[in-house]
């Protein structure tokens, strides 16, 4: 295969190198094409355009293959833990034992939030949704840990990362509990990390609490199934933010924000919402599928389609077989388990959505497992934020120590030319 492409534009052709990734994927590198020709590409959505290099996550959208580090995310959610996934992200490797335990040492030393931030989260009204505390809160712990990241040490990005880790489940817990209206607790060195992620979330005031294994397996699944997933719309602002040299926790909470609409993570709060409505409404799921490819109708079937999958998400097919197994170990029958089946085998044959390639996708059945454990639907984007953590460190870190340059991408003018300035007087 060649490795250069031709561009012609006016009769004036121009050779742009081609570059391949590991899995062959093609690309034309446009780095240079304005200075030499004056033009730029232009991409909307970004739905064609590659923003960077990257060694962490695999993604075939036409195949329907995801892999962390070149491991298949099958094999990871059946045999890895989270911790162990969180530290392959970040580090490129699986750990070694020793290696493990002395990662989980050191986050659990940085676990401890300064009591001062409780007065930040007292501020806020129960009412408040979890993402927008959650992100407050990701900003608030820069005023406490001023000093940013130096990025020419190791050890110096190492602390900072072993610091996040360690602070932010205790932030995500405490969002939970505000919500609830409970005591904010401290975890239990003694536990995972997240057994006691679960402990800090479930535990009564009243009552000892106990390790649900079900409750900690299915909790392990989720957060890895979303511990990554290259250049999402979070995970690119989280890289864009850090390259103009913002620090860590900043990045993370703008990732934070921008995994909240319900086109990104917050689908799996709008799936929910939406699969409880058609319960309400008799069950008719015709009627719902008729809405979603009505194009006067603004209604979307939320949990379907993709940007990059155009086959099965290899995440939903691991996370329906789970929904199964918890609600079948935890007793309970959800009637919305049924609805979302429905849904789903009516669009795998509807030809409006077989033509278009949507297929259900990681949220469609997460929040019916959320919901098993007892996790109101409004923070289910707080946990795929927890799952996305490990992810976006690992992009932040991969985009600094690459120095990548700040990300500035340009546009096409389509406002006025210039005009005269007219005084107030005679508009
Ligand atoms: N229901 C009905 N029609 C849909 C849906 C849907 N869920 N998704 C896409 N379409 C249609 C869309 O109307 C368009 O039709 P046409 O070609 O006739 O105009 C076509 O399919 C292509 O859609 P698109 O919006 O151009 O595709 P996109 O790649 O820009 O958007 C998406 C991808 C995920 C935003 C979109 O599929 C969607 O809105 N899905 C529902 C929200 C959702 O479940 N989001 C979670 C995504 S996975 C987890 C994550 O990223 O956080």
């Given at each position: 295969m060649s490795n250069i492409a031709t561009i012609e534009i006016n009769g004036k052709k121009y050779e742009l190198p081609i570059v391949l990734g590991s899995e062959n994927e093609i690309a034309i590198d446009i780095s240079k094409f304005r200075d030499l020709s004056g033009a730029i590409t232009i991409d909307p959505g970004f739905k064609n355009t590659g923003a960077c290099y990257s060694d962490i996550t695999f993604l075939d959208g036409e195949k329907g293959i995801l892999r962390y580090r070149g491991y298949s995310i099958e094999e990871l959610a059946e045999k890895a833990d989270f911790l162990e996934v969180c530290y392959l992200l970040i580090f490129g490797e699986l750990p070694t034992y020793s290696q493990l335990e002395k990662f989980h040492n050191d986050i659990r030393e940085q676990s401890i939030i300064a009591e001062d931030m409780k007065k930040i989260l007292d501020g806020f009204p129960q009412s408040a949704h979890p993402m927008g505390v959650l992100s407050s809160l990701t900003s608030a712990l820069i005023a406490f840990n001023p000093s940013s990241v130096n990025v020419t040490s190791e050890e110096a990005i190492y602390k900072a990362i072993v610091k996040i880790l360690g602070k932010f489940p205790v932030l995500v817990a405490w969002t939970h509990r505000k919500h609830q209206g409970l005591p904010l607790e401290y975890g239990d060195e003694d536990l995972g990390y997240v057994e006691n992620i679960a402990k800090m979330m479930f535990k009564k005031p009243n009552k000892e609490y106990k390790v649900n294994p079900v409750v900690v397996n299915a909790l392990d699944k989720l957060l890895i199934l979303h511990a990554d997933h290259e250049q999402n719309c979070s995970t690119s602002t989280v890289r864009i933010v850090g390259s103009s040299h913002a620090g860590l926790f900043a990045s993370l909470s703008a990732g934070i924000s921008a995994l909240w609409g319900p086109l990104h993570g917050g689908a799996n709060q709008a799936v929910i919402e939406m699969l409880e409505a058609i319960k309400e409404d008799g069950g008719d799921t015709k009627k719902y599928m008729a809405k979603a490819k009505d194009k006067e109708d603004p209604f979307r079937l939320m949990g379907f389609g993709h940007?990059?999958?155009?086959?099965?998400d290899p995440r939903a097919k691991i996370i329906k077989k789970a929904a199964d197994e918890v609600l079948m170990s935890l007793g309970i029958n959800d009637p919305v388990l049924e609805i979302a089946k429905g849904l789903e085998k009516e669009a795998l044959e509807d030809p409006y959505f077989v033509e278009r390639k949507l297929y259900p996708n990681v949220d469609f059945y997460s929040g019916i497992i959320y919901r098993s454990l007892?996790?109101?639907?409004?923070m289910f984007t707080v946990m795929f934020a927890l799952g996305r953590l490990p992810g976006w460190i690992a992009q932040w870190r991969e985009m600094r120590l690459r120095k990548e340059p700040i990300g500035r991408p340009r546009q096409i003018y389509t406002g006025h030319t210039l005009r005269p300035f007219v005084s107030v007087d005679k508009r």
């Open positions: 940007r990059v999958y155009k086959n099965f007892g996790i109101p639907t409004n």
